[in-house]
């Protein structure tokens, strides 16, 4: 038996990952789960349904967040943590308390088969969001969107937030086949799909697909001018549109339509420039200027390149790189920034990286720049894999408040 929160999270990790099992049947192995345990997913609230290779993470919370703000019950399933395990499973900007976590573990450890890491915790926040009474719910899709568990969910509104090359081991070599994956959350019963701005051959397949199906589609490619995190700004406008979908879609009276039409363009601005969440363009240090970014893939860094050129272009950029091998990325992904310095660095997780396993470790590399820097013509910048991210994130912030 699973004893307290701890054990819960540990049983969890000790799971087979979604990579070592077959794409097409972790769905099969998750339902057979939530029919043990009596079908929870039958007694959700309509979803929005979130995919992309990039800004999914970012749509997901602006969504819910807004959702909550329009008198909502909302809930939210992102993925993967930052700090804690019970980021990835909220309701209304709150974690899942310990409790509740050990509470649905237990439940799940109890009628567990051969589900996979992800599913399991896939069927844990499904049981929980089920007995939350909720009124709305958010959902962000682990990896493509066909074969991933939270395809055992329908959309009312599915949003596909980019379609760029990541994760081809799993989705395919070519952006026509990763669209087709990411298009799979779209079903005949999804009421509306939304996507943002993606390569023509992308946007072919994706279309295809919601004509076929005869589902309501439309590209938002506008931009809410935010203050922190350029490429936000496109993301803001792609949760801004599929809440109002959401809403129009599954208002039982015009009481919350009325709230939603009548947000002022300077109100829902303020608003979401209060949204934040670990790791996307976080500003943890003003003095010395300290980022985080959790960009991992091609079109992640070209994304936080654009931004710190537009909204730190002025400064020299420190950027401390912790990526996995297994990813087509390199110093050379940053040579769009004319005035940044990069420090490929080993971390503990993966105690190399893709060009060499000589480079100094990461905490060494960090303590040096710090030392070094001069806070009012450099900055440092933290970027690369989530996982390293959230390590150097928790050293910084312990040796920032040591340093006050």
């Known amino acids: 038996m699973i004893e307290n929160e701890n054990e ?76 804690k395990f019970n980021e990835r499973i909220e309701i209304d900007g709150k974690y899942i308390s310990d409790d509740d976590l050990l509470k649905y573990t237990r439940i ?4 567990y088969t051969d589900q996979t890491e992800f599913e399991v915790i896939t069927a844990i926040a499904i049981l929980y969001f089920s007995e939350s009474h909720l009124d709305a719910l958010v959902v962000e899709v682990g990896i493509g969107g066909l074969w991933d568990s939270t395809n055992v969910l329908d959309a009312t509104v599915a949003v596909i937030t980019s379609v760029g090359l990541d994760h081809m081991d799993i989705l395919g070599d070519t952006l026509s086949k990763i669209a087709f994956q990411k298009v799979g959350i779209v079903k005949p019963s999804t009421k509306a799909l939304v996507y943002g701005r993606i390569p023509n051959e992308a946007k072919d397949v994706i279309e295809a697909r919601a004509k ?35 809403l129009h879609e599954t208002a039982k009276d015009d009481h919350f339509l009325k709230i939603i039409d009548s947000w002022p363009q300077d109100k829902l601005i303020k608003f979401l420039n209060s949204v934040s969440w670990p790791a996307r363009m976080e500003k943890i240090s003003k003095d010395p200027l300290i980022i985080l970014d959790g960009a991992h893939n091609i079109q992640g860094i070209a994304t936080l390149n654009d931004s710190l050129l537009k909204e730190y272009g002025d400064r020299e950029q420190l950027i401390v790189f912790g990526h996995l091998k297994k990813k087509n990325i390199s110093v050379a992904s940053f040579s769009d920034l004319p005035l940044a310095t990069v420090f490929p660095v080993n971390w503990q997780a993966y105690k190399e990286t893709a060009e060499s396993s000589s480079y100094k470790e990461w905490h060494w590399q960090l303590d040096e720049l710090l030392r070094k820097i001069d806070p009012k013509k450099q900055m440092i910048v933290v970027t690369g894999s989530l996982y390293f991210v959230s390590q150097a994130r928790a050293y910084l912030k312990a040796k920032l408040e040591k340093s006050n």
């Not at 769905?27 to 039958?42: A, M, T």
């Not at 799940?108 to 009628?111: G, I, K, L, S, Y």
């Not at 199906?213 to 700004?233: A, E, F, M, N, T």
């Open 108 to 111: 799940v450890f109890e009628n």
């Open 212 to 246: 076929e199906l005869k589902v309501p589609y439309g590209q938002i490619d506008s931009k809410l001018p935010l203050s922190r995190g350029y490429y936000q700004r496109y993301n803001a406008a792609l949760a801004w549109a599929a809440v109002k979908l959401y």
């Open 8 to 83: 819960a999270v540990e049983w969890i990790h000790s799971l087979t990952k979604a990579g070592k099992r077959a794409k097409h049947d972790t769905q099969e192995r998750l339902l057979n789960l939530l029919e043990k345990i009596g079908h929870p997913e039958k007694k959700l609230p309509a979803i929005i349904h979130v995919t992309g290779t990039n800004g999914k993470g970012s749509v997901s919370r602006f969504s819910q967040a807004i959702l909550t703000a329009s008198g909502y019950r909302t809930g939210l399933f992102v993925s993967p943590f930052i700090i």
